[in-house]
């Protein structure tokens, strides 16, 4: 059996395997075919990669010979590749009808940003492990970007007082942009529909912003859900509340398969004052705000709202160390001991993450989308 390592599209810097990880599968027997400089931009080189015990080929060759591609992005590839199994993270839920050709190409493909998010699951959760550095590295760029000192200062030539942040979303990355804000010395305020999260909120030095009435999001595998307008005014309302105090705003909210939500609009904007700094984890999937752009940083009304979906590429080892033991550990799921293929559709996480097999797209939350 061979696995093989393709190398990312020029704006991605992270590679599925390290070297360190490719050495784990090699010393099981498998083979370990690697893209030549797949692993450059995150530090790791062919040499490493050989030494390992993989083998440096061209792309075509690794697409040819391999059993099971790894591939973090969508394939841009226009050859067939049929029968292989495809293991990444390719947004189907966006991408239907990418879904339905690669199910035309009898490809086996497994979708890791669709593994039902359990207990069990959350060694293999890529969303997680890459959202962590997403909301740390928002707050780094935050702090580039603001014309001010985070912490307060006490000086003979005067105070300075601390930057104010609003957090809107309590995920991994909310939670670790507020943990990263507080060691820098901000005021942080966190919003968040899911009332579970205040504790976790609080234990880390911020307030939490309460609105009540929110539907239960306590089914919706850590995402936001669709709100009732009652609820959305109320929610607005606070929410300009606190933006309009705040310095720096750090945005996270996403549903999956659809458009995220519209949390800061124009009018709060409007009342931020000049050199305060927006940024927007959501820019993927449209933006938190109305001006957010993809890869991109804009300034309205003198505030700077800085696009970013892929933060994580911005630390491209440790992403890559943690995207490749999530890869890892989903392998083991789908090899078994002889180091052979066994597809187990009677596990949940297996099944959950399948989009496509046996010539049909197999998920029914994306069958729902096409």
């Avoid at 931009?41 to 060759?61: C, F, P, V």
């Avoid at 993270?89 to 593994?115: C, E, I, K, N």
């Avoid at 957010?292 to 590429?313: F, H, M, Q, W, Y």
Wanted: with cysteine; proline share 4%; net charge neutral.
């Amino acid at each position: 059996m061979t696995i093989g390592i393709l190398k990312e599209s020029s704006a991605e810097t992270r590679v599925s395997l390290l070297p360190e990880a490719v050495a784990t599968l090699t010393k099981k027997g498998i083979t370990v075919l690697v893209e030549q400089g797949a692993g450059e931009k995150a530090w790791s080189n062919d040499q490493e990669y050989t030494k390992a015990g993989a083998g440096i080929k061209t792309r075509q060759e690794v697409l040819n010979a391999a059993d099971i591609l790894l591939s973090i992005h969508q394939l841009t590839d226009t050859h067939p590749l049929s029968s292989k199994i495809l293991i990444g993270v390719y947004q189907p839920l966006f991408h239907p009808g990418l879904m339905q050709d690669w199910a035309r190409q009898q490809l086996t493909t497994f979708s890791l940003d669709m593994l039902p998010r359990t207990t069990r699951a959350q060694s293999m959760d890529v969303l997680s492990s890459q959202a962590n550095i997403a909301g740390y590295k928002a707050v780094l760029q935050a702090a580039n970007h603001y014309g001010r000192y985070f912490p307060m200062f006490m000086t003979a030539a005067g105070s300075i007082a601390p930057a104010k942040i609003l957090i809107l979303g309590a995920g991994v990355a909310g939670l670790q942009a507020v943990a990263t804000a507080r060691r820098l010395g901000a005021v942080v305020e966190v919003f968040d529909t899911r009332p579970a999260v205040k504790e976790e909120v609080m234990s880390l030095g911020a307030k939490f912003v309460e609105v009540e009435g929110a539907a239960d999001a306590s089914k919706a595998g850590g995402y936001a859900v669709e709100q009732s307008e009652d609820y959305k005014q109320k929610q607005q309302q606070k929410i300009a509340e606190s933006a309009a105090k705040a310095d720096i705003i750090v945005t996270t909210a996403q549903i999956p398969g659809k458009k995220a939500p519209i949390l800061i609009t124009e009018s709060m904007i409007g009342a931020m004052r000049n050199g305060s700094v927006i940024v927007d984890l959501a820019a993927a999937t449209g933006g938190n705000t109305p001006y957010t752009k993809n890869n991109e940083t804009v300034t309205v009304n003198g505030v700077r709202i800085i696009g970013d979906s892929n933060l994580p590429a911005t630390m491209p080892a440790d992403a890559s160390k943690l995207y490749g033991k999530n890869i890892l550990n989903f392998l083991q799921l789908i090899i078994n001991k002889e180091g052979a293929i066994h597809l187990n559709w009677e596990d949940d996480l297996v099944k959950g993450a399948c989009i496509t097999h046996g010539g049909n797209v197999v998920n029914d939350r994306v069958k729902g989308t096409a």
